[in-house]
């Protein structure tokens, strides 16, 4: 999986958030989560690593935001 990629779809989500579409905001941040473990599972590196994290802990804060 993609960093820029996943960064658009969070960036989609955020809107989604701000246009208080909850449900649909809710099924794209599992969507996203899912791309992220996937991305954490094949990361070549540290930075990877960092950088997938940083994004899944962003996705967890913005989906606490719409349960």
Do not use: S, Y
């Amino acid at each position: 999986m993609n960093l820029e990629v996943v960064k658009k779809e969070v960036m989609q989500l955020m809107v989604l958030i701000a246009q208080n579409k909850k449900v649909e905001a809710k099924e794209v941040a599992g969507a996203v989560l899912e791309m992220i473990n996937e991305g954490l599972d094949f990361a070549a590196t540290d930075e990877d690593l960092v950088q997938w994290g940083k994004l899944e802990k962003i996705v967890n804060e913005l989906k606490a935001k719409v349960d």
